[in-house]
């Protein structure tokens, strides 16, 4: 079941196209990526999809609702946490989480109660009472997801949620995408992070001038993108010889006795090269395959940020 559908969403300013027939569809419990550079309208999306932007074109569902039939079913069933913190600096953290207990027209003890689980979930307690100005990125940050979790979303719009924040910030806020997952929730998440993409998405979709240029698996992307190959490691020169013989397609180094084979790095195509050698000595294996930049600079021409995370 989809949490998420789009068919031919467009939208222009002017003469300015920012998207231009844009079909999605995204399961329910799950993490649905969306890549692209600045400007290739993810964040267009994100407010379209949440009721914020009404397009020139095309129609959507969100959580069962018809997105021009029913945008206040979609209002209700929704979280959004965009690029900017929501957070309210004249209010402390409980009193954020309370103002929106409000705005769901929970009743005061419930909201208090509500208040209170999340500020536990976030590990915001002993900031309750602490006014969000002498918090950290991270936990505004935390604060500003914990807000859109007052009303029980069941599909969250998180748009560039961790830029700016520090690697273990943000793999705190990973952890909580995770655990919101396994509870059920869909994450539409946007972001110019391969690394964020790569360990959270079970989907992934390429944004660029307005179009969806490649959508797939992180690894299904991978494989499109050539230069994947393995690396054999020899210890003795025969072998090294007899598997350039055996494997044509192949770069010998005989400085370092390896042998780098081209593979689309499927498990297939692993085990298909290892029969082929058989018989052959190979003392060591390394599967080398295309990231995510690899893709973004075949389908964009475009370098993405990418990150290390400690």
Aim: hydrophobic content about 40%; glycine content about 10%.
């Amino acid at each position: 079941m989809n949490a998420i559908s789009a068919r031919g969403l467009r939208k222009a300013y002017g003469d300015k196209v920012v998207l231009d027939g844009i079909d999605l569809d995204v399961r329910a419990g799950s993490v649905f990526a969306l890549l692209g550079p600045n400007g290739a309208g993810k964040t267009t999306i994100v407010n379209i999809l949440s009721t914020l932007v009404t397009p020139n074109a095309g129609r959507a569902t969100v959580a069962g609702a018809d997105l021009a039939e029913n945008p206040d079913g979609i209002r209700r069933a929704i979280g959004v946490t965009g690029q900017f913190s929501a957070v309210d600096d004249l209010l402390n953290g409980e009193e954020n989480l309370m103002l929106m207990a409000d705005l769901h027209h929970l009743p005061r003890t419930a909201g208090r109660a509500k208040a209170a689980e999340l500020l536990a979930r976030f590990e915001l307690t002993d900031a309750a009472t602490k006014l969000p100005s002498t918090y950290s990125g991270g936990m505004r940050r935390k604060l500003d997801l914990a807000m859109t979790l007052v009303g029980d979303p069941k599909v969250i719009f998180l748009d560039e949620p961790t830029t700016g924040l520090d690697p273990r910030s943000r793999q705190t806020m990973w952890d909580i995408v995770r655990d919101l997952v396994a509870d059920g929730v869909t994450i539409f998440l946007t972001t110019q992070y391969l690394e964020e993409a790569d360990h959270l998405a079970d989907r992934i979709a390429v944004l660029d001038h307005g179009r969806i240029v490649a959508e797939g698996t992180p690894d299904e992307l991978k494989r499109q993108v050539p230069g994947g190959h393995v690396t054999l490691t020899f210890t003795d020169g025969e072998a090294l010889r007899q598997a350039a013989t055996d494997l044509h397609a192949s770069t010998v180094d005989r400085e370092t006795m390896t042998l780098q084979v081209p593979t689309d790095g499927s498990v297939a195509s692993l085990r298909a090269l290892l029969d082929r050698l058989d018989g052959v000595a190979v003392d060591g294996i390394a599967m080398h395959t295309p990231d995510l930049d690899d893709v973004f600079l075949t389908l964009t021409g475009q370098q993405m940020q990418a990150e290390a995370v400690k």
